[in-house]
């Protein structure tokens, strides 16, 4: 009897057991979890898209402009009364000799750019040393020839008043090997360059407004230019009558 109650009470806590496992709900899936299978086939990944937020948007770049010896080049639209074009341009290696040009300078300013290639010498310095019983030393200096240098003269034609003067030399000038001039003179100019001992290249820029009339003759491209340093503090004159020519006289 005690055996057959044991098997009823063993059977009915197995239903129990049964029972209750049915009962408990499957795990809910995670809000923050992401799914990456496909409903048809679970281990295939499934595709994705991710919407990135549109916090810049796309503009045209601006364009660049370009420095070289002092001044720079056009950008694409150029401004006619700040535009500035090389009328004359000379290489030459001077000792002791002068060239010049002469130009009807309407509309100031004008500008005088040169680089210069000065001869070098060795000299050697005996200075007394500073430190206890070293005595005297010999110092071994490169420097410029005291007797290289580049002048540039601006004078009036008719008169021969000088408006500017200056240029390279370690005696009387700088010693910068590229510089820029400016001429503010309204005048019938001769512009004088003269040296020793040196090689230099000089130009020479004006404005094409007031003084051509005919402004069809530069390339806009190659032959101007607006200078950096150009403190445009200078006001335009009125456009000559006639169409200004330079002309060249060679003097030695």
């Known amino acids: 009897m005690k055996e057959i109650v044991a098997r009823i009470v063993c059977c009915i806590s197995i239903i129990l057991v049964v029972a209750a496992a049915g009962c408990v709900a499957p795990p809910k899936e995670n809000a923050t ?4 299978g496909n409903i048809y086939n679970p281990n295939q990944p499934g595709s994705q898209t991710t919407s990135t937020p549109n ?3 796309e503009v045209t770049p601006f364009e660049t402009v370009t420095s070289a010896s002092g001044f720079q080049t056009i950008p694409p639209t150029p401004i006619p009364g700040d535009l500035y074009c090389r009328i004359y341009s000379t290489t030459n290696t001077y000792a002791y000799n002068k060239t010049a040009i002469a130009f009807n300078l309407q509309n100031p300013p004008m500008y005088i750019n040169y680089t210069v290639k000065p001869s070098n010498v060795t000299i050697h310095k005996v200075i007394d040393s500073k430190i206890v019983g070293e005595g005297e030393q010999e110092l071994t200096i490169d420097t410029y020839s005291p007797i290289s240098t580049f002048v540039v003269t601006v004078l009036s034609k008719a008169s021969g008043e000088i408006y500017l003067q200056d ?3 370690t005696q009387q000038y ?3 090997l590229n510089r820029t001039l400016k001429v503010l003179n309204r005048d019938n100019l001769q512009i004088e360059f003269s040296g020793n001992n040196i090689t230099a290249t000089a130009m020479v820029w004006v404005k094409p407004e007031g003084n051509f009339n005919d402004t069809t003759k530069f390339n806009m491209t190659t032959d101007c230019a607006y200078f950096a340093a150009n403190p445009r503090n200078v006001i335009a004159v009125a456009t ?5 020519t330079p002309t060249y006289i060679l003097q030695n």
């Open 240 to 244: 000559a009558t006639t169409t200004a």
């Open 55 to 57: 916090y810049v948007t």
């Open 174 to 176: 700088t010693t910068y």
């Open 167 to 169: 240029g390279f030399g």
């Open 33 to 36: 979890s992401t799914k990456n």
